[in-house]
């Protein structure tokens, strides 16, 4: 049974080295705390293959295999092992997720990793003798303390274990977390406040998707997929800000923050009572209106964004029938049917929100024929994504040209929800914190007397959450609960802290975060384990953080 049980765990080891990680990967991230969760996840996993040894083969070829090639292809797009977020993800929304898996999936790897599984039990099993039944407990016994040990050890990491034990770890941990539920809008009712519509301006607040700041001349990219931008800038029509941080990695973590000035970590809910940007221009006289290129019913952001205070809605099905996250409706045609007419008819003074479309995976469906100017190798290229950046940089130009043309004193706000990763260490899309991720592209296109202002703080460390507080302060609106975000005509302490956070509720709680420092490097917050990971890749408990680190997340743990 033993000798059994190692010889598979050998394979399995070899598995997991070349064909669910590689040798690579190991080297560049080996270290005394991967060398400790390797070696505990070792003997995890041969427990495991113990424990399920009595079981009829082709039942021992599922239970070790399919996990494997699971743990292969998402490791092969995101660098990482699977986590309790992925598995969420996929009882959530399955088709999405399966899409994803099959339009990057290898085959070839996948069979491979079968076929050796189930000739190595076949093999195996001739050989093996039947244990006995008190073997079997002691095996379940000394495995789920290992576990134990793996999900609450504040020294834990997942994407260090063997590739087997983290995958039923991982499963273990999303059991133990529970599913995450949404708690239910308490908005107050606003006050009205009786203001002079004509002194109003008119404000577009646009989200984009998928929008990457290194994949644009204000990241100082090599190919030319911002010219429009460029040249707005250099008339000064826009000012772009070089070191903004997103609130999250992920659309339904960043779009509600953004449009209410907080950011996490949130795992209580305070968002949920707070007022949208929405609300507050609702009351002071503004005709507002909820623009979207994607489909707003995904993910609950309809429910969360769409309120009494909005006076139209318009939903990217309403445009594309076949509308929703990963493939929205055109964004120039969008703008051209439901925010031209706003712009035109001039009879209010209105306030737009509108979420692009953008330049979300599959990258190569969001530019049409006419902008390919790079030749795109697969959907999801660099060039692919450089095409549909090239497409955004048109679209916002018109965006801006029209706008700026009729109201000289408007102002349009743009930020990206999150940006995107494009393969080497950090993986594809986005699913971590680093900068490709998480470091924004944000500008802000305003009237010529309140450039001066805004261009000093083009250095400054700043949040998405910055937004909504800025254009509170530009309508003189006091927020009825204190934001996190601060007005950028207001002072911004060089020495800012900003998070970038996946621990709110809008999206399954998932308990990380990072805290940015204004030159961009970061400490990694892993709250399930209590630990944090500093710049010098040092991990400590998160209680030795300085007082000034923790106080950015402190209060709403309590």
């Known amino acids: 049974m033993l000798k059994h049980s190692f010889y598979l765990f050998l394979i399995i080891f070899i598995i997991d080295l070349f064909l669910v990680k590689n040798i690579n990967y190991i080297f560049d991230n080996f270290g005394e705390r991967f060398a400790v969760n390797l070696f505990f996840s070792i003997i995890g996993s041969v427990l495991l293959i113990i424990s399920i040894s009595r079981l009829n083969k082709i039942w021992q070829v599922f239970i070790i295999s399919i996990p494997l090639i699971i743990e292969a292809n998402y490791f092969n797009i995101y660098n990482k092992l699977i986590t309790p977020f992925g598995i969420k993800t996929f009882f959530e929304d399955g088709k999405m997720v399966l899409d994803l898996?099959?339009?990057?999936?290898?085959?070839?790897?996948?069979?491979?990793?079968?076929?050796?599984?189930?000739?190595?039990?076949?093999?195996?099993?001739?050989?093996?003798?039947?244990?006995?039944?008190k073997n079997i407990t002691i095996s379940i016994i000394s495995l789920s303390i290992l576990y134990i040990f793996s999900l609450f050890s504040w020294y834990s990491l997942t994407n260090a274990q063997n590739s087997l034990f983290a995958f039923?770890?991982?499963?273990?941990?999303?059991?133990?977390?529970?599913?995450?539920?949404?708690?239910?809008?308490?908005?107050?009712?606003?006050?009205?406040?009786?203001?002079?519509?004509?002194?109003?301006?008119?404000?577009?607040?646009?989200?984009?998707?998928?929008?990457?700041?290194?994949?644009?001349?204000?990241?100082?990219?090599?190919?030319?997929?911002?010219?429009?931008?460029?040249?707005?800038?250099?008339?000064?029509?826009?000012?772009?800000?070089?070191?903004?941080?997103?609130?999250?990695?992920?659309t339904?973590?960043?779009?509600?923050?953004?449009?209410?000035?907080?950011?996490?970590?949130?795992?209580?809910?305070?968002?949920?009572?707070?007022?949208?940007?929405?609300?507050?221009?609702?009351?002071?006289?503004?005709?507002?209106?909820?623009?979207s290129s994607q489909d707003l019913s995904w993910g609950g952001l309809r429910d969360f964004l769409l309120d009494r205070d909005v006076d139209k809605f318009v939903n990217g099905t309403d445009v594309n029938p076949n509308a929703r996250v990963h493939k929205g409706a055109d964004d120039l045609?969008?703008?051209?049917?439901?925010?031209?007419?706003?712009?035109?008819?001039?009879?209010?003074?209105?306030?737009?929100?509108?979420?692009?479309?953008?330049?979300?995976?599959?990258?190569?469906?969001?530019s049409p024929d006419n902008f390919k100017i790079w030749q795109e190798n697969g959907e999801n290229s660099v060039e692919a994504f450089d095409n549909s950046m090239r497409y955004s940089d048109y679209v916002l130009n018109e965006l801006i040209i029209?706008?700026?043309s009729k109201f000289k004193n408007s102002w349009l706000f743009y930020s990206a929800d999150h940006g995107q990763n494009f393969g080497n260490g950090n993986g594809m899309f986005n699913d971590n914190f680093s900068l490709n991720i998480v470091h924004n592209l944000f500008f802000i296109s305003a009237p010529e007397n309140n450039r001066t202002e805004l261009i000093k703080k083009i250095d400054s460390p700043i949040s998405q959450a910055d937004i909504v507080p800025t254009i509170l302060d530009i309508l003189n609106i006091e927020p009825i609960y204190k934001l996190d975000g601060i007005?950028?005509?207001?002072?911004?302490?060089?020495?800012?802290?900003?998070?970038?956070?996946?621990?709110?509720?809008?999206?399954?709680?998932?308990?990380?975060?990072?805290?940015?420092?204004?030159?961009?490097?970061?400490?990694?917050?892993?709250?399930?384990?209590?630990?944090?990971?500093?710049?010098?890749?040092?991990?400590?408990?998160?209680n030795d953080l300085n007082e000034t680190v923790k106080s950015i997340f402190q209060e709403r743990l309590k």
């Open 487 to 542: 007005s950028l005509f207001k002072n911004i302490d060089k020495n800012r802290l900003r998070i970038s956070s996946n621990y709110m509720p809008t999206l399954h709680n998932n308990p990380e975060a990072s805290i940015f420092f204004p030159d961009l490097t970061s400490i990694e917050i892993d709250f399930s384990h209590n630990n944090a990971k500093l710049p010098n890749n040092k991990i400590i408990k998160l």
């Open 333 to 366: 045609e969008m703008i051209q049917k439901h925010i031209y007419p706003i712009i035109e008819k001039n009879d209010k003074p209105f306030f737009i929100l509108f979420q692009m479309d953008g330049n979300h995976y599959p990258y190569s469906k969001h």
């Open 101 to 133: 898996t099959f339009n990057n999936i290898n085959y070839i790897k996948s069979i491979f990793i079968f076929l050796i599984i189930y000739i190595s039990i076949t093999i195996l099993l001739n050989n093996q003798t039947q244990i006995k039944t």
């Open 252 to 291: 339904r973590l960043s779009v509600p923050y953004m449009s209410v000035g907080l950011t996490g970590i949130d795992p209580k809910g305070e968002i949920y009572k707070y007022p949208t940007i929405l609300n507050y221009a609702k009351s002071v006289g503004y005709e507002t209106y909820l623009i």
């Open 402 to 404: 029209k706008l700026r």
């Open 168 to 250: 039923y770890g991982s499963i273990f941990e999303t059991l133990k977390n529970g599913k995450n539920i949404n708690k239910k809008i308490s908005r107050p009712n606003l006050t009205k406040i009786e203001r002079d519509k004509n002194n109003l301006p008119n404000i577009i607040y646009i989200i984009g998707e998928s929008a990457t700041l290194s994949h644009t001349f204000f990241g100082n990219y090599e190919r030319d997929t911002t010219p429009n931008l460029k040249k707005l800038a250099q008339s000064g029509d826009l000012i772009a800000f070089n070191n903004a941080i997103s609130i999250g990695t992920k």
